[in-house]
């Protein structure tokens, strides 16, 4: 008989393959698995962009098939609350917000683990490519690791949980790759097998996304700028809709380059600089213009994941971004809530709201906010 027997696990069900397959995975280690569905976005649900309700029959679809409860639970308004308003607030701002981080630590991890923990679950689990030790360095700690799959890791997005959250989560597809995801979910005859990921913001889905920023925060227009040499270029719907290092969308692709650049003079502009008091969009010529790189940055909103900030004087590394390289570099904390990170190599468009996220080799110990 297994350990797990007779232990409520719930799992966070999407309709997608990963989180299918956590379910099947846990069933199979002999846990009492219920599934979960969240919903959590209502504005324009009647939207062609909005893919809930096919979702909502997916999950349904897989409970069944591997026979087990499913409960829909919706979370809207704690959502906007506390995901969709500070991420309007950052883009408002002149920041780019990832809402997928907010949308861990908020939702996904808070009220979807205070719901199932009144459902009388000993755990929750989610299809997350990521995953949890308990290190063996002190009773009760818990550690956040990197997934073997390198190309899925989504331990960016898990940064800001704490030791209370990861003790009672498990992610079943740590040791997986995503081949083999696609491969058991065939086994097991579920239609979700080739479903596409999901992309776009975080329970909204895939929108044109400008368009969508432009019902909550209305156009400013302004002028686009050569940072090089001053020049206007063209001009800009709105600061709002742009991030550093944004190619596409900003409709001067013909404008050739100053004297200034060392660029050629038909090479693509990429925004450098937003001057928010003066709603002027700068832009440079050529990807590896100096001005798209920096050496350090500052951090705020810290939130380490493995319960202590790191030593100063270590190399750890980290990423500005999802998807990018690991980039070695040493934490200084200025005070409880923020911290410089310098880099042993400059790093490319650093941008203000996203997360910059370190490691220690496989272990996330947490982040903050680049400021």
Not at 142 to 151: F, I, R
Request: aromatic share 8%.
């Amino acid at each position: 008989m297994s350990a797990n027997t007779g232990k409520t696990v719930v799992v966070g069900m999407s309709g997608g393959v990963d989180s299918s397959v956590a379910a099947i995975l846990l069933k199979e280690q002999g846990w009492n698995v219920v599934g979960l569905f969240m919903k959590n976005w209502e504005d324009d649900d009647t939207g062609e962009y909005c893919s809930s309700r096919q979702d909502l029959v997916d999950a349904t679809s897989v409970a069944d098939r591997i026979g087990i409860d499913i409960e829909v639970v919706n979370f809207a308004a704690e959502y906007k609350e506390r995901v969709f308003a500070e991420f309007l607030r950052e883009y408002q701002a002149g920041r780019t917000p990832n809402p997928d981080v907010l949308c861990n630590s908020e939702i996904k991890f808070r009220a979807f683990l205070d719901h199932a923990m009144t459902l009388g679950a000993e755990k929750i689990a989610t299809g997350h490519y990521a995953g949890v030790r308990e290190s063996n360095e002190g009773e009760g700690a818990y550690q956040l690791l990197k997934a073997e799959d390198g190309t899925k890791d989504q331990s960016y997005f898990l940064h800001r949980l704490n030791q209370q959250q990861l003790a009672k989560t498990l992610f079943p597809l740590a040791g997986l790759y995503k081949r083999e995801v696609r491969k058991m979910a065939e086994a097991a005859g579920l239609h979700v097998a080739a479903k596409k990921d999901s992309t776009g913001i975080c329970f909204i889905g895939e929108r044109p996304f400008k368009e969508f920023l432009m019902r909550y925060l209305p156009p400013k227009q302004g002028e686009i700028r050569c940072l090089d040499d001053g020049r206007v270029l063209g001009e800009h719907d709105g600061l709002t809709y742009h991030t550093l290092g944004q190619r596409k969308g900003l409709h001067i692709g013909g404008v050739k380059g100053g004297k200034s650049g060392e660029s050629g003079d038909h090479d693509a502009w990429f925004v450098a600089k937003k001057d928010m008091e003066n709603n002027v969009l700068y832009v440079v010529q050529g990807h590896d213009h100096p001005a798209l790189f920096v050496e350090d940055l500052i951090a705020r909103q810290l939130s380490w994941v493995s319960g202590q900030a790191p030593h100063s004087q270590w190399v750890y590394t980290a990423k500005t971004r999802y998807r990018q390289t690991d980039a070695a570099c040493q934490v200084e904390m200025r005070d409880r809530d923020s911290c410089r990170v310098q880099f042993a190599e400059p790093q490319w468009a650093v941008t203000p709201g996203q997360s910059v996220v370190v490691y220690e080799s496989k272990v996330c110990l947490g982040g903050g906010v680049i400021a």
